[in-house]
């Protein structure tokens, strides 16, 4: 079983930046592969990247080259830094773990935090 935590989310005016942070905790397990995911009013929940043990990362084509998702193995915390935020980057962002990390694609695993919401302004 692995507990994870959101922290970071707020309202930013667009062209602002956010650095949301999720902490993961298990017994027996290292946090292993994470996947953000965001999910808009009336939308489903959508990938946004993800990132494996050894730091390699990927990222949906909307967010490539504005968000930047890095880790901290040794807190079990991994991060996705915003940038140049859009309002239709307006969601509830969420971490997810357990899941499998390819080079191009996250498949989502069993463990979800509790969302933070993000907020653009325009």
């Known amino acids: 079983q692995v507990q994870l935590v959101e922290s970071g989310g707020g309202l930013v005016q667009a062209g602002g930046s956010l650095r949301l942070s999720c902490v993961g905790s298990?017994?027996?397990?290292?946090?292993?592969?994470v996947g953000w995911y965001r999910q808009a009013p009336g939308q489903h929940r959508a990938l946004v990247g993800s990132?494996?043990?050894?730091?390699?990362?990927n990222y949906v084509d909307s967010v490539k080259g504005r968000f930047t998702i890095s880790r901290d193995n040794a807190k079990s915390t991994v991060y996705l830094q915003m940038t140049d935020l859009k309002p239709e980057d307006t969601a509830v962002y969420y971490c997810?773990?357990?899941?499998?990390?390819?080079?191009?694609?996250?498949?989502?695993?069993?463990?979800w935090g509790q969302g933070t919401q993000v907020t653009v302004s325009s």
């Open positions: 997810n773990s357990g899941g499998t990390w390819t080079s191009t694609e996250y498949s989502q695993g069993a463990f």
């Open positions: 298990s017994r027996t397990h290292g946090l292993g592969a």
């Open positions: 990132i494996n043990s050894r730091h390699g990362t």
